[in-house]
């Protein structure tokens, strides 16, 4: 089984310092084996990260839309950002990319997609985050999980580390997996585990 951190942030985000060598010993020494590496607008740390870390790395970017943040999972090329959404989501897809919904409903986050852009998203979502890191109230939890269930959208969790004690706070543990159809499938299988939420 894997412990997968499905939504981490490195140097190469603009808002975060933790170096890739020191992510890999932080997963090392908490059994994280499986991270997605969202950084905010590139691909570069991703990329890089693949290449050093000796577990599953799935290449991802929080893609800041002109209606709010993205994340593409799987992709193969770095998407720009400050596009119109529906771009955004036209460019994930078309490099074979699975959309990534973060911290949804959480009206603390500025960056979120307002739900009705989310419902109208409803059927391009591959996985939603019905846990946030960050996000430690029940609300938004709640209402991502009766979203995803009402449109059978897998289910996913994230530190949305941007220090090095964040990663491992919350992971979903999921059966090992080979590209992104097997990642979905082993999603749809994962056990979520997570700190308190209030």
């Known amino acids: 089984m894997l412990k997968a951190d499905l939504h981490i942030h490195t140097i190469y985000s603009m808002d975060c310092g933790t170096s890739l060598e020191g992510i890999i010993d932080r997963c090392l020494e908490t ?4 991270i997605a590496v969202t950084d905010h607008d590139r691909i570069e740390g991703a990329l890089k990260m693949q290449s050093l870390a000796p577990f599953t790395v799935i290449v991802g970017e929080e893609i800041w839309t002109l209606q709010g943040e993205v994340i593409g999972m799987f992709l193969k090329e770095g998407i720009p950002h400050s596009l119109p959404l529906e771009q955004v989501v036209s460019r994930i897809k078309a490099q074979g990319g699975l959309l990534y919904i973060p911290h949804p409903f959480d009206p603390s986050r500025g960056a979120s997609l307002i739900p009705e852009r989310t419902e109208r998203l409803a059927e391009q979502i591959d996985v939603i985050e019905v846990f946030n ?64 939420l209030r």
Request: with cysteine.
């Open 31 to 34: 059994g994280i084996n499986c």
């Open 133 to 196: 890191g960050r996000t430690p109230f029940r609300q938004p939890a709640t209402k991502a999980k009766a979203f995803a269930e009402k449109y059978g959208i897998a289910q996913a969790t994230g530190s949305d580390a941007h220090t090095l004690d964040e990663i491992g706070k919350t992971y979903v543990e999921i059966p090992e997996f080979e590209g992104k159809d097997n990642f979905l499938q082993a999603l749809r299988m994962g056990e979520i585990h997570h700190g308190k």
